[in-house]
């Protein structure tokens, strides 16, 4: 049934954000609430949590636990993030002001798009392994700004901490070994990071193992001396280059000197009540949130059966994900249409969608005012918050698995393979199948697009929630569905996040499922037209809430625990 009235506020907000008075927690050692209940975290990995905690008992606010998190994460979770990559975050700052930090990495001043074809074949192995596959890392220029703008203590402070704990070591979870048995073999191709992360005899450390990196420990130590001009044309940045040089790469200490971080215009949109703040263009995820939050606010989802519900949704993401591949890129470079967040455009999209079949999506559709009203010019998740009205979500990445294998020796530092998030060759998909246009073509200087989504939430002019996700383009299909399950479903926020996902994006052609999803749902979205093909458990969502008592929730995604523990 269509509705374009607002429905009732569910006593329960959403993902990741921080606390105020007393608090509850779900997610273990992966979220905390600090005992006065001034600060919460929620992260993927203990050892960055207790890095927040700590952050907060030294006097911190939100702005240092966030950044202590992320700084630990690099020790402690190198497969996903890093100071090797980059990220987008959004902040609330304490005076009210929401900025959208842009620390995505930028392709080198020699790349161009046929730099993965050879003697006219294209190649998408080199966008994903080695030295071409290596953009310029933006994350340690967004934690310099973040710190120099809102934190209480100092970058330097941060980067000691975690530095004593990579000199130190750590014992290697099951996720960990189970990431480096995987990709043990691409690893053993580089002599810098297979002396860090295999054994002698070329073998991946087990379960248990204690991880020192005393390298990474000195680069830590280096930017926390010398400052960010150590690792943006400094001793790091003329280590990477002369590998680069070595090793048949583009990137240079020049490239790393001319990086520029930017500060964007979050995103902002509606939905029930709350004001949405995602990120924008070169993220594709705070627009296609927005889109799609507009095409559903059109229907009253509670009302619906749970058939049509996951039905509806697929049918949404794939006109998102359609739009994506075609409209979406660099705004630097590419123009961007403001219109695919519009309320007309939500409208004629929504005229498109059956409740009872799929729909044909050949190609993207064209929003108002196209080529007029355009975007500005200008993978893990950690969320934290504090009670003087600091809200951060800040997704992190080095992209796949351990980025592009290769850490320069002497170093210590993953680089990611976020060039692969260009459109290598039009038409031809990314690593996570994704295809692209234009918009997302090769450019020197130019950022990526992104599936991350870190978004934040306000109420009558009061942030009240912080979310987002890890995984690949299912990053935004993860936060839509947490949204829809909390806000109009009003289920609990750790349910929300616990409700077996789905995800589409347009191509292919099929309806991802997770294994928990039962056959009689299976059936009925497979008599809609749906092409199912299951996944295992992905993704990862960290969430903090502030419930209708000023109490603060901290939820680490429940997934999370299951998955350590998997021999």
Not at 118 to 125: A, I, K, Q, S, V
Request: contains cysteine; proline residues 6%.
């Amino acid at each position: 049934m269509l509705l374009k009235t607002r429905t009732r506020f569910p006593a329960f907000l959403v993902f990741s954000a921080l606390c105020l008075t007393a608090a509850f927690v779900r997610g273990g050692e992966y979220a905390q609430v600090t005992e006065s209940g001034d600060g919460a975290v929620a992260t993927v990995q203990p050892r960055a949590t207790e890095a927040a905690m700590k952050a907060y008992a030294q006097g911190g606010n939100a702005i240092d636990a966030a950044v202590a998190a992320a700084l630990t994460l690099g020790v402690v979770d190198g497969h996903n993030s890093g100071i090797g990559g980059g990220l987008f975050a959004v902040v609330h700052w304490a005076d009210g002001r929401v900025e959208a930090i842009d620390g995505r990495e930028m392709a080198p001043a020699g790349a161009h798009r046929d730099m993965y074809v050879r003697d006219g074949e294209y190649h998408p192995e080199l966008s994903k392994r080695g030295p071409l596959a290596v953009g310029i890392p933006g994350s340690v220029a967004a934690f310099d700004y973040m710190m120099e703008k809102g934190g209480k203590g100092s970058l330097a402070q941060h980067l000691r901490a975690a530095a004593d704990l990579a000199e130190n070591g750590f014992a290697i979870d099951g996720i960990f070994a189970r990431r480096l048995k995987r990709h043990a073999e691409d690893l053993r191709a580089y002599p810098g990071t297979a002396a860090i992360f295999l054994d002698p005899e070329g073998q991946p450390w087990p379960i248990g193992h204690r991880l020192k990196q005393p390298d990474l420990a000195d680069t830590y130590r280096s930017i926390a001396q010398k400052g960010t001009s150590y690792f943006y044309g400094g001793g790091f940045a003329r280590a990477v280059g002369q590998w680069m040089e070595k090793n048949d790469g583009l990137i240079t200490r020049e490239d790393f000197d001319a990086y520029k971080l930017i500060r964007r215009r979050p995103v902002v949109s509606e939905y029930r009540g709350y004001k949405v703040y995602g990120f924008p263009p070169p993220s594709s995820g705070g627009v296609h949130v927005a889109q799609m939050l507009n095409i559903l606010e059109g229907y009253d989802l509670s009302e619906l059966s749970e058939a049509d519900r996951y039905h509806l949704l697929a049918e949404v993401m794939k006109l998102a994900f359609a739009d994506r591949a075609y409209w979406l890129g660099d705004p630097a470079f590419a123009e961007v249409p403001k219109g695919l967040i519009s309320d007309a455009y939500a409208n004629t999209l929504r005229a498109r969608v059956s409740l009872k079949e799929t729909s044909s999506v050949p190609d993207h559709s064209t929003p108002p005012k196209a080529q007029e009203e355009l975007f500005g010019k200008h993978t893990t998740h950690i969320a934290t918050a504090d009670q003087e009205g600091n809200w951060v979500a800040i997704t992190s990445t080095v992209n796949t698995n351990f980025g592009s294998k290769v850490v320069v020796p002497g170093t210590g530092v993953v680089l990611n393979n976020q060039m692969d998030d260009f459109s290598a060759q039009p038409g031809e998909p990314n690593a996570y199948g994704l295809i692209g246009a234009e918009a997302n073509s090769i450019a020197p200087g130019k950022r990526p697009l992104s599936s991350m989504s870190p978004t934040v939430l306000t109420r009558d002019g009061k942030p009240v929630l912080t979310l987002g996700a890890a995984g690949g383009p299912t990053i935004i299909t993860q936060v839509l569905q947490t949204l829809v399950n909390h806000i109009d479903l009003g289920m609990g926020l750790e349910d929300a996040m616990r409700m077996p996902r789905i995800h589409h994006q347009w191509r292919p052609d099929e309806l991802f499922v997770e294994k928990p999803l039962i056959e009689p749902l299976r059936e009925a979205l497979r008599e809609k037209g749906h092409s199912l093909r299951q996944l295992g458990d992905y993704g990862s969502t960290q969430a903090i809430e502030l419930n209708e008592r000023g109490e603060f929730i901290s939820v680490a995604e429940p997934r999370l625990e299951e998955r350590n523990q998997i021999d």
